[in-house]
């Protein structure tokens, strides 16, 4: 198994709504990221979980929350979301052992609309 | 700032022309990456150079790194229209642990 899957797909909520999204790899790799890409922009980092662990949180707002279950799970719980939120989120796995030296593996991202 | 810019921002070509992307980026890295974007999906990796290669080819694809100029192309030869698409360059700094994307190519590739 060598894709990163994501769920929803697309997803629709209000500022006051509590939603997740999900990223799942097999692929044995330690490192997951959450990434944010508006528009004809370019991907900026979110999140970076290492063996499990947030090694990197960019700055991001309180109201998204990541949570690393296990090695192969990667959550983004989200609340009290703004209109400007809305994007395309995008899950990525690579084989690091603890840096960042190797390709990302990404998933087919979450496109989330707030209302 | 954003740690790589890329030219042109846009470039459309017909069928079965060479396509040049240029990718220039500010800081020392451990290596660059290139990805491509179909619109609205994720990413996907093409090709990896390190700091210390200067050429690397995979298919029909040919990346070039010149770490004096800070500064990376990307030639796609024999182009087709399943190569539209945005194309992203992605460094990684020596003294960081992540990736700094690019502004990206939308690159179109004309039947």
């Known amino acids: 198994d060598t894709e990163v899957t994501q769920t929803p797909k697309h997803l629709v909520m209000g500022m006051t709504n509590k939603k997740s999204l999900k990223c799942e790899q097999h692929?044995?790799?330690?490192?997951m990221y959450w990434y944010k890409q508006k528009a004809k922009k370019p991907p900026e980092l979110m999140f970076v979980y290492s063996y499990e662990k947030l090694s990197i949180n960019e700055s991001v707002p309180s109201r998204f929350s990541p949570e690393c279950p296990n090695s192969s799970l990667l959550n983004l719980h989200l609340h009290a979301l703004q209109p400007e939120d809305s994007a395309l989120y995008l899950c990525?796995?690579?084989?690091?052992?603890?840096?960042?030296?190797?390709?990302?593996?990404f998933g087919p991202g979450t496109r989330l609309t707030v209302l | 700032s954003q740690q790589g810019e890329e030219d042109p921002q846009a470039l459309s070509i017909q069928e079965g022309e060479n396509a040049t992307m240029n990718c220039s980026y500010k800081t020392s890295i451990n290596n660059l990456q290139w990805y491509r974007q179909n619109s609205g999906r994720g990413l996907v990796h093409l090709i990896l150079i390190r700091s210390n290669e200067r050429e690397k080819h995979s298919g029909r694809l040919r990346v070039t790194l010149d770490t004096s100029k800070k500064s990376s192309s990307l030639l796609i030869t024999a182009s087709r229209a399943a190569d539209t698409a945005s194309y992203f360059c992605a460094t990684l700094r020596t003294s960081g642990s992540r990736l700094t994307f690019g502004e990206g190519t939308q690159l179109t590739v004309n039947p």
């Open positions: 692929m044995g790799h330690r490192a």
């Open positions: 990525a796995s690579s084989p690091s052992r603890g840096t960042v030296y190797n390709e990302q593996f």
